[in-house]
């Protein structure tokens, strides 16, 4: 059995390209997130072949924002594919409407707090309310559940705050923002290694470029996995 605490996020153009890399990561990994980035690279049709034909778990991240009428709806449609996670913002009116939308499918909606690549600048330059970034995390993710979210993306350095709550009880928390020890961050500012994440209460790790655009993709993800069951 794969162990599906490690999501692999397919960040490649194309859903050639992102089949070929699960060709490559094999059995190991049965947990994959698609993004926007694939969107018009056939990303849709590639989860749709990966759970259905190759019994692979799929985090769908579209970060849904807009009024509840169209989340509502683009929720129905996507809830079809019966796929497993997908993002939309955290703000209760977009979590209430994406709930409305996947109403009796196993999809579980995670609420986005605040993205793991802003800082206190980037919260300032969009007009974010004054406070620590942790303690905004923190309520996002508070009122998230209290609108039915059935999870959260959080950063890693966030997860224990957030596992702690009270709303959070049987909850799940996802966090972005890995890096083994050595990786490159790129854009990511609020990072933790894959074993402390998951002690510090996540339920699933996502990880991107440090599996994909590793020389050996293959051995990128197992080194992680021996990390996790270590
Ligand atoms: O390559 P890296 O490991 O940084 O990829 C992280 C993935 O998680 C990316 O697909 C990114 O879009 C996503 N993500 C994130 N922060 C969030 C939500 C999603 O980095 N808050």
Known sequence: MSDDRLIVALDVPNALQGLQLTEQLGDAV???????????????ALA?????????????????????ATVENAVRGLAQFNLDFLTVHGDPHVVRAAKEGSAGKELKILAVTILT?????????????????????????????????????????????????????????????????????????????????IADGADHIVVGRPVWAANDPSAAARAILDELSS
């Not at 049965?30 to 849709?44: E, Q, V």
């Not at 759970?51 to 009024?67: E, P, S, T």
């Open 117 to 197: 690549s802003l800082d206190r600048n980037d919260l300032d330059a969009g007009l974010i309310r004054p406070g620590d970034v942790p303690e905004i995390v923190r309520e996002r993710a508070a009122r998230a559940f209290d609108a039915g979210a059935d999870g959260v993306i959080a950063s890693p350095q966030e997860a224990a705050m957030i596992r702690a709550l009270p709303e959070a009880s049987s909850k799940l928390i996802v966090t972005p923002g890995v890096r083994p020890t050595g990786a490159e961050l790129g854009d990511q500012k609020r990072v933790a290694t894959p074993a402390q994440a």
């Open 30 to 44: 049965s947990f994959y997130k698609i993004g926007l980035g694939m969107l018009t690279g056939g990303g849709l």
């Open 48 to 68: 749709n072949e990966l759970k259905q034909d190759h019994g692979k778990r799929i985090f769908l991240d579209m970060k849904l924002f807009d009024i509840g």
